[in-house]
Nanobody, 119 residues
Framework: QVQLVESGGGLVQAGGSLRLSCAAS????????MGWFRQAPGQEREFVAS????????NYADSVKGRFTISRDNAKRTVYLQMNSLKPEDTAVYYC????????????WGQGTQVTVSS
């Protein structure tokens, strides 16, 4: 079992930056695939980024490539999402997610953190 707690959301002007953090409980954090999704009002939850245990196994949604960076610190059991050059369309609730498998559905979710980008 893994419990996830996000932090770092807030209000920022367009062009600004935020760093989201996701603290995970559980001894097996280092073996889990970690990711971020987001959900804007009235829209479905969408994939943002993911990072597997092994180096190089990082994926991004096209809409955030070059602006967002996902990273993880296994010693701290924390995954981060550095968000730069933020746009109003990045406004959403951001969710941290984890799963022990390398592919397939995500089984563990955090409660979400609100990110609002003003124009």
């Amino acid at each position: 079992q893994v419990q996830l707690v996000e932090s770092g959301g807030g209000l920022v002007q367009a062009g600004g930056s935020l760093r989201l953090s996701c603290a995970a409980s559980g001894r097996t954090f280092s073996t889990y695939r970690m990711g971020w999704f987001r959900q804007a009002p009235g829209q479905e939850r969408e994939f943002v980024a993911s990072k597997a245990l092994s180096a190089g196994s990082t994926n991004y949604a096209d809409s955030v490539k070059g602006r967002f960076t996902i990273s993880r610190d296994n010693a701290k059991r924390t995954v981060y999402l550095q968000m730069n050059s933020l746009k109003p369309e990045d406004t959403a609730v951001y969710y941290c997610t984890a799963d022990p498998s390398s592919t397939g559905p995500w089984n563990y979710w955090g409660q979400g953190t609100q990110v609002t980008v003003s124009s």
